[in-house]
């Protein structure tokens, strides 16, 4: 397998990898008075994957687009020494042309995917 899979679709190894893991606070998580926090946590250790590809092809580029057309994915990844499957969404794509000699085009990629 891959080390990143959207719906079962074999993903091309990203140049850049990374899974910062967030919680998420309730709205009546805030500072009193004295400047303490007061901390509601309702949800801890949240997958944000931070992705980027550097100098792909048009068939590459066309594979990572198609699989996250979906408002919602199911994304199977490399975490540790195991794999973890979450539903995901993708944020903002940023796509970059960065080579076009002689019709050889190739694209650098970056988007984050986020667990629900």
């Known amino acids: 397998m891959a080390i990143l899979q959207i719906d079962s679709t074999d993903i ?3 140049s850049v990898f990374r899974i910062p893991q967030y919680d998420l606070d309730s709205a009546d998580t805030q500072r009193n008075e004295e400047g303490y926090l007061q901390r509601d946590r309702i949800r801890q250790g ?3 994957i931070e992705l980027e ?3 792909i092809t048009n068939s590459q580029l066309s594979t990572l ?4 057309q ?3 994915v199911s994304v199977t990844f490399l975490f540790g020494s195991s794999n973890e499957t979450k539903t995901m969404y993708v944020g ?10 002689g019709g050889d085009v190739r694209w650098n ?3 984050n995917l986020i667990e629900y």
């Open 53 to 55: 590809w550097h100098g």
């Open 109 to 111: 990629v970056s988007f």
């Open 65 to 68: 687009l198609t699989a996250v």
């Open 12 to 14: 091309p190894a990203p």
């Open 92 to 101: 903002d794509r940023n796509i970059e042309l960065v080579k076009n000699h």
């Open 46 to 48: 949240i997958s944000k």
């Open 70 to 72: 979906p408002a919602q």
